[in-house]
Protein backbone atom coordinates (compact mmCIF):
# COMPACT_ATOMS: atom_id res chain seq x y z
CA UNK A 1 0.00 0.00 0.00
CA UNK A 2 0.80 3.46 -0.94
CA UNK A 3 2.01 5.53 2.39
CA UNK A 4 2.85 9.53 2.30
CA UNK A 5 5.07 10.77 5.61
CA UNK A 6 5.22 14.22 6.89
CA UNK A 7 8.12 14.70 8.90
CA UNK A 8 7.04 17.47 10.95
CA UNK A 9 3.98 17.68 13.02
CA UNK A 10 3.78 20.96 14.45
CA UNK A 11 6.11 24.01 12.95
CA UNK A 12 6.30 27.14 14.56
CA UNK A 13 7.73 30.37 12.96
CA UNK A 14 8.15 33.83 12.96
CA UNK A 15 7.19 35.84 10.12
CA UNK A 16 9.51 36.74 7.77
CA UNK A 17 11.27 33.24 8.19
CA UNK A 18 11.85 30.61 5.40
CA UNK A 19 9.84 27.63 5.54
CA UNK A 20 10.22 24.28 4.45
CA UNK A 21 8.07 20.98 5.20
CA UNK A 22 9.02 17.89 4.39
CA UNK A 23 7.13 15.04 2.44
CA UNK A 24 7.85 11.92 1.48
CA UNK A 25 6.17 8.85 -0.08
CA UNK A 26 6.01 5.04 -0.96
CA UNK A 27 5.63 4.26 -4.26
CA UNK A 28 8.10 3.52 -7.03
CA UNK A 29 5.34 4.21 -10.56
CA UNK A 30 4.22 6.97 -11.80
CA UNK A 31 2.50 9.66 -9.18
CA UNK A 32 0.66 12.77 -9.30
CA UNK A 33 1.56 14.60 -6.04
CA UNK A 34 -1.04 17.82 -4.58
CA UNK A 35 0.08 20.22 -1.10
CA UNK A 36 -3.78 21.12 0.37
CA UNK A 37 -4.16 23.73 3.07
CA UNK A 38 -6.65 23.94 5.79
CA UNK A 39 -6.58 27.32 7.30
CA UNK A 40 -8.44 27.34 11.05
CA UNK A 41 -12.37 26.59 10.68
CA UNK A 42 -12.27 25.94 6.84
CA UNK A 43 -12.48 23.50 4.65
CA UNK A 44 -9.18 22.22 2.82
CA UNK A 45 -8.23 23.77 -0.43
CA UNK A 46 -5.77 23.18 -2.60
CA UNK A 47 -2.20 24.80 -2.94
CA UNK A 48 -0.36 23.14 -5.95
CA UNK A 49 -0.07 20.16 -7.47
CA UNK A 50 2.74 18.36 -9.80
CA UNK A 51 1.40 16.19 -12.16
CA UNK A 52 4.11 15.79 -14.63
CA UNK A 53 7.23 18.28 -16.34
CA UNK A 54 8.78 20.90 -14.22
CA UNK A 55 9.30 18.92 -10.97
CA UNK A 56 9.59 22.77 -9.03
CA UNK A 57 5.83 23.77 -9.00
CA UNK A 58 4.39 27.06 -8.42
CA UNK A 59 1.66 27.49 -5.93
CA UNK A 60 -0.70 30.03 -4.55
CA UNK A 61 0.15 32.41 -2.12
CA UNK A 62 3.82 32.16 -2.64
CA UNK A 63 4.01 29.15 -2.03
CA UNK A 64 6.21 26.25 -4.52
CA UNK A 65 7.25 22.62 -4.03
CA UNK A 66 10.16 20.08 -5.57
CA UNK A 67 9.57 17.22 -6.64
CA UNK A 68 12.39 14.67 -6.56
CA UNK A 69 11.73 11.71 -7.96
CA UNK A 70 15.49 9.72 -6.73
CA UNK A 71 14.36 10.80 -3.41
CA UNK A 72 10.49 10.01 -3.36
CA UNK A 73 10.08 13.39 -2.40
CA UNK A 74 7.84 16.35 -2.68
CA UNK A 75 8.95 19.13 -0.04
CA UNK A 76 6.83 22.42 0.45
CA UNK A 77 8.59 25.67 0.36
CA UNK A 78 7.68 29.32 0.82
CA UNK A 79 10.65 31.70 1.63
CA UNK A 80 8.97 34.45 3.71
CA UNK A 81 5.78 33.56 5.68
CA UNK A 82 3.56 35.36 6.89
CA UNK A 83 0.73 35.13 10.08
CA UNK A 84 -2.14 34.31 7.23
CA UNK A 85 -0.32 31.12 6.61
CA UNK A 86 -0.85 29.77 9.78
CA UNK A 87 -3.05 26.41 8.99
CA UNK A 88 -2.45 22.85 8.63
CA UNK A 89 -0.61 21.58 5.51
CA UNK A 90 -1.30 17.71 3.64
CA UNK A 91 0.32 16.29 1.49
CA UNK A 92 -0.94 14.04 -1.17
CA UNK A 93 0.09 11.30 -3.35
CA UNK A 94 -2.26 9.06 -6.00
CA UNK A 95 -0.73 6.47 -8.16
CA UNK A 96 -0.97 7.58 -11.65
CA UNK A 97 -0.38 4.50 -13.16
CA UNK A 98 -1.99 1.44 -10.77
CA UNK A 99 -5.67 0.55 -11.89
CA UNK A 100 -6.35 -0.87 -8.63
CA UNK A 101 -5.76 2.24 -6.56
CA UNK A 102 -6.71 4.77 -9.27
CA UNK A 103 -8.09 7.99 -8.62
CA UNK A 104 -7.29 7.09 -4.40
CA UNK A 105 -5.37 9.94 -3.07
CA UNK A 106 -3.38 8.99 -0.05
CA UNK A 107 -2.72 12.02 2.51
CA UNK A 108 0.14 12.40 5.27
CA UNK A 109 -0.93 13.11 8.82
CA UNK A 110 -0.72 17.19 8.72
CA UNK A 111 1.78 19.61 9.79
CA UNK A 112 0.19 22.73 11.96
CA UNK A 113 1.89 25.47 10.79
CA UNK A 114 1.96 28.65 13.77
CA UNK A 115 3.43 32.04 12.53
CA UNK A 116 3.96 34.23 15.11
CA UNK A 117 4.18 38.04 14.30
CA UNK B 1 -21.75 29.55 -5.86
CA UNK B 2 -20.99 25.94 -6.95
CA UNK B 3 -19.57 23.42 -4.64
CA UNK B 4 -20.48 20.68 -1.79
CA UNK B 5 -22.89 20.79 0.43
CA UNK B 6 -22.52 18.30 3.61
CA UNK B 7 -24.99 18.04 6.36
CA UNK B 8 -25.26 18.31 8.97
CA UNK B 9 -22.33 20.83 10.18
CA UNK B 10 -22.33 18.84 13.72
CA UNK B 11 -24.25 15.98 15.43
CA UNK B 12 -23.82 14.78 18.72
CA UNK B 13 -25.33 10.86 18.31
CA UNK B 14 -25.93 8.60 20.97
CA UNK B 15 -23.90 4.53 20.03
CA UNK B 16 -26.27 2.62 18.12
CA UNK B 17 -28.02 4.90 16.43
CA UNK B 18 -27.74 5.22 12.47
CA UNK B 19 -26.96 8.15 10.84
CA UNK B 20 -26.49 9.50 7.56
CA UNK B 21 -24.64 12.21 6.70
CA UNK B 22 -25.51 14.09 3.07
CA UNK B 23 -23.25 15.16 0.55
CA UNK B 24 -24.46 16.93 -2.90
CA UNK B 25 -22.06 18.96 -5.68
CA UNK B 26 -23.24 21.00 -7.76
CA UNK B 27 -20.35 20.74 -10.29
CA UNK B 28 -21.32 17.56 -12.60
CA UNK B 29 -18.52 15.71 -10.89
CA UNK B 30 -17.87 12.05 -11.58
CA UNK B 31 -16.25 11.41 -8.59
CA UNK B 32 -16.99 11.62 -5.51
CA UNK B 33 -15.08 10.96 -1.37
CA UNK B 34 -15.70 10.15 1.76
CA UNK B 35 -12.82 11.14 4.27
CA UNK B 36 -12.27 11.13 7.99
CA UNK B 37 -10.21 13.70 9.54
CA UNK B 38 -8.73 12.91 12.52
CA UNK B 39 -5.72 14.79 15.15
CA UNK B 40 -2.77 13.25 14.22
CA UNK B 41 -3.88 10.53 11.69
CA UNK B 42 -4.89 12.94 8.16
CA UNK B 43 -7.72 12.47 6.43
CA UNK B 44 -8.20 8.63 5.63
CA UNK B 45 -10.74 7.84 2.94
CA UNK B 46 -13.81 5.93 3.81
CA UNK B 47 -15.81 5.24 0.78
CA UNK B 48 -15.34 6.55 -2.89
CA UNK B 49 -17.20 6.58 -5.92
CA UNK B 50 -15.87 6.85 -9.37
CA UNK B 51 -19.03 7.43 -11.29
CA UNK B 52 -22.74 7.17 -10.54
CA UNK B 53 -23.82 3.71 -9.67
CA UNK B 54 -20.68 2.55 -9.06
CA UNK B 55 -18.75 2.63 -5.03
CA UNK B 56 -15.40 1.13 -3.62
CA UNK B 57 -14.08 0.93 -0.30
CA UNK B 58 -11.32 2.55 0.93
CA UNK B 59 -8.87 2.99 3.61
CA UNK B 60 -11.43 2.68 6.63
CA UNK B 61 -14.37 1.16 5.23
CA UNK B 62 -16.03 -0.54 8.09
CA UNK B 63 -18.98 0.91 9.89
CA UNK B 64 -19.36 2.69 6.46
CA UNK B 65 -21.93 2.01 3.69
CA UNK B 66 -22.48 4.81 1.05
CA UNK B 67 -24.61 4.59 -2.35
CA UNK B 68 -24.96 7.07 -5.49
CA UNK B 69 -27.90 6.78 -6.79
CA UNK B 70 -27.07 10.10 -9.27
CA UNK B 71 -24.56 12.21 -10.14
CA UNK B 72 -25.04 14.67 -7.44
CA UNK B 73 -25.69 12.84 -4.16
CA UNK B 74 -23.01 10.44 -1.86
CA UNK B 75 -24.45 10.08 1.41
CA UNK B 76 -22.52 8.00 4.19
CA UNK B 77 -24.10 5.86 7.13
CA UNK B 78 -23.30 4.82 9.90
CA UNK B 79 -25.71 1.79 10.76
CA UNK B 80 -25.04 1.26 14.36
CA UNK B 81 -22.65 4.29 15.57
CA UNK B 82 -19.46 3.45 17.80
CA UNK B 83 -17.57 6.28 19.60
CA UNK B 84 -14.59 5.39 17.30
CA UNK B 85 -16.71 6.79 14.76
CA UNK B 86 -15.99 10.16 16.36
CA UNK B 87 -14.75 12.23 13.93
CA UNK B 88 -15.03 14.90 11.15
CA UNK B 89 -15.97 13.76 7.97
CA UNK B 90 -15.44 15.28 4.53
CA UNK B 91 -16.91 15.03 1.47
CA UNK B 92 -14.59 15.66 -1.77
CA UNK B 93 -15.70 15.34 -5.46
CA UNK B 94 -13.62 15.57 -8.30
CA UNK B 95 -13.72 15.51 -12.33
CA UNK B 96 -12.65 12.31 -12.86
CA UNK B 97 -11.37 9.01 -11.08
CA UNK B 98 -8.52 8.97 -11.82
CA UNK B 99 -6.44 11.27 -9.68
CA UNK B 100 -5.63 13.62 -12.35
CA UNK B 101 -7.95 16.17 -11.11
CA UNK B 102 -7.74 18.34 -8.02
CA UNK B 103 -10.34 17.43 -5.02
CA UNK B 104 -12.87 19.95 -4.07
CA UNK B 105 -13.95 19.68 -0.41
CA UNK B 106 -16.96 20.48 1.42
CA UNK B 107 -17.20 21.90 4.76
CA UNK B 108 -17.14 19.01 6.90
CA UNK B 109 -19.38 17.61 9.05
CA UNK B 110 -18.15 17.03 12.74
CA UNK B 111 -19.78 13.82 14.27
CA UNK B 112 -19.07 13.04 18.28
CA UNK B 113 -20.52 9.59 19.36
CA UNK B 114 -21.28 9.16 22.83
Known amino acids: AQSVSQHNHHVILSEAASLELGCNYS??????LFWYVQYPGQHLQLLLK??????LVKGIKGFEAEFIKSKFSFNLRKPSVQGSDTAEYFC???????????????FGRGTQLTVWP | IAGITQAPTSQILAAGRRMTLRCTQDMRHNAMYWYRQDLGLGLRLIHY???????GKGEVPDGYSVSRANTDDFPLTLASAVPSQTSVYFC?????????????FGAGSRLTVL
Open chain 1, 92 to 106: AVNAADRGSTLGRLY
Open chain 2, 49 to 55: SNTAGTT
Open chain 2, 92 to 104: ASSDSGDGANVLT
Open chain 1, 50 to 55: YFSGDP
Open chain 1, 27 to 32: YGGTVN
